[in-house]
């Protein structure tokens, strides 16, 4: 699975960004997706998550509201959109395929990563 993260920039707060993972051999279209991110000094952590079908999503309690993740298994494409955003959004922002359908809060569930895309969010 190759996975392809774009849609990063540079924004103020308040501003929207919608972040697309694409995986163009469409080796994931089964799987449950997710969203993470890495911030400057703290360890990764889940931000969103989508079965197969998107038919069960996760969105983690930082973000509920003002995030969410979608798909379109058409276009192999799985999208965060990103609202009202924050400083401390500021992050690299990782997407990666879950081993199964369904997704999962565990990160070593997740088998496939892609290169990350940067969100700087200035206030």
């Known amino acids: 699975v190759q996975l392809q993260a774009c849609g990063g920039g540079l924004v103020q707060a308040g501003a929207s960004l919608r972040l697309s993972c694409v995986d163009p051999?469409?080796?994931?279209?089964?799987?449950?997706m997710g969203w993470f991110r890495q911030a400057p000094g703290k360890e990764r952590e889940l931000v969103a998550a989508?079965?197969?079908?998107?038919?069960?999503?996760y969105h983690a309690d930082s973000v509920k509201g003002r995030f969410t993740i979608s798909r379109d298994r058409a276009k192999n494409t799985v999208y965060l959109q990103m609202n009202s955003l924050k400083p401390e959004d500021t992050a690299v922002y990782y997407c990666?395929?879950?081993?199964?359908?369904?997704?999962?809060?565990?990160?070593?569930?997740?088998?496939?990563w892609g290169q990350g895309t940067l969100v700087t969010v200035s206030s």
């Open positions: 990666a395929a879950a081993q199964g359908a369904s997704y999962s809060v565990n990160e070593r569930l997740y088998r496939y």
């Open positions: 051999r469409r080796t994931s279209s089964n799987n449950g």
């Open positions: 989508i079965s197969w079908n998107g038919g069960s999503v």
